[in-house]
């Protein structure tokens, strides 16, 4: 087995500051060692992922964009900025019903910039930055309760106890008069409790437009953040453990002070950038930059792996462990809809081309069950008027990453 990496657990008492004074915490701390210069070519799917599972969509509703994917109980909650809903189907994909409150009153939002399903009662919470406010409805879209939230943030997610982080690492937040710090902040699910949970990131940064950076695990949300080699995992309002990520090469955060911090990046072997993280039970994965090229870190306990591209050696289609999202705590759940389908399309071919020069022959059930997925995206047509398909996949317990 090649194993990348080397992993080391310390138990450390850590005290840290917070708004409303200091909490005492015990925090576990672990470090991984990545060498940024031994990479692979591929990873195949098969290696973390058990099968794959398409859920049609019930055709009928039209969803303007699919940007993220929600799961609670048997349902499923689909983030449509474009139309500025939120849009609920069922474990078979039939339609349930959608939130649309959008206008100026105390019980609507102005925009939906964030949304979360909350942990402790289900309900849909919108958060509005430009209302400064977050708006909680039920699943038939009626209104349920309203909260001050007076805070401009990257990204924003609901913790296990109903309460609310937010990821601020370079915004100027003004909040119950006084300037606050950069970094993660809590706030109860009642709106009188705001906490600065960690410090993170500064005013000087050039702001980093990643899709998203919290990521549910469990009971808990980490943060993979471009501002920090650490992932910190949230236990509600404190730091349960941090992860430090040892790059052999270390990261240039002076180039966060550039604002033409992208074009460097070209020439800079670092790993500043973690697009589309995800995270669940221990495996986590996400992009990263070097040298202007880009990347898959896939970890699984101490196995890190560095790889080009995934294949998909399951029926082609869908790298799932790319722009995917946590499912309970052995799951993930990924899409294809019109808004990405030419991505996947693409990746359809570097699979089959990967599978066929390696004498890979994939079962003609799963081909005929990708192939109707497809159909149904793109419509009788093929004009891309049809709907979107979720797909479900279960990942390994353990994950083994064996190259040999």
């Known amino acids: 087995m090649k194993k990348l990496t080397a992993a080391s657990i310390v138990l450390a008492s850590l005290f840290i500051g917070c708004s409303t004074g200091s909490i005492k915490t015990k925090v576990e701390i672990r470090s991984i060692e990545i060498d940024l210069d031994r990479t692979e070519e591929v990873i195949r799917l098969s290696e973390v992922v058990e099968g794959i599972e398409y859920i049609f969509l019930e055709k009928g509703n039209f969803i303007g964009s699919l940007d993220k994917i929600y799961s609670h109980g048997d349902k499923y909650y689909l983030l449509d900025k474009k139309g500025q809903k939120v849009h609920v189907y069922d474990r078979y994909g039939r339609f349930i019903g959608q939130l649309f409150a959008q206008g100026p009153g105390p019980e609507e939002y102005s925009s939906i910039d964030f949304a979360e399903i909350n942990r402790q009662d289900g309900t849909i919470d919108i958060f509005d930055i430009v209302g400064k406010k977050i708006v909680s409805y039920d699943d038939e879209g009626a209104f ?4 001050k939230a007076p805070l401009i943030s990257r990204d924003f997610t609901t913790t296990d106890d109903g309460g609310y982080l937010f990821y601020c690492p370079d915004e100027q937040n003004l909040a119950f008069g006084k300037e606050l710090q950069t970094g993660v902040y809590y706030l109860s699910k009642d709106g009188r409790k705001l906490n600065l949970v960690n410090p993170i990131g500064g005013l000087n940064f050039s702001p980093i437009l990643t899709p998203y950076s919290f990521v549910r695990n469990g009971p808990n949300v980490d943060l993979f953040s471009c501002y920090s080699d650490t992932i910190f995992t949230f236990d509600n ?3 349960s453990s941090r992860l430090l990520m040892m790059y052999s090469e270390p990261t240039n955060f002076r180039l966060l002070e550039d604002p ?4 460097k990046l070209a020439s800079d072997n670092t790993a500043l950038l973690k697009i589309y993280p995800f ?3 221990g495996f986590l994965s996400y992009v990263f930059s070097k040298n202007g090229k880009s ?4 970890k699984k306990e101490s196995e890190v792996s560095i790889v080009e591209k995934v294949i998909n050696d399951l029926d082609g289609g869908h790298p799932l462990i790319l722009n995917s999202f946590p499912k309970g705590d052995d799951s993930l759940v990924a899409f294809i809809a019109e808004n990405n389908i030419l991505t996947i399309d693409e990746m359809t071919g570097d699979n089959l081309k990967y599978l066929d020069k390696n004498n890979i022959i994939l079962d003609s059930a799963k081909l005929d069950r990708r192939q109707k997925a497809i159909d149904h995206v793109l419509g ?3 004009n891309g008027d049809g709907h979107p398909v979720l797909i479900v996949a279960k990942l390994k317990a353990p994950v083994s990453l064996d190259r040999n």
């Open 144 to 147: 349920v309760r309203s909260i």
């Open 237 to 239: 309002n404190s730091v």
């Open 260 to 263: 033409r911090f992208t074009q």
């Open 279 to 281: 995270s669940s039970n």
């Open 295 to 298: 990347y898959i870190l896939v």
């Open 380 to 382: 009788p047509d093929r």
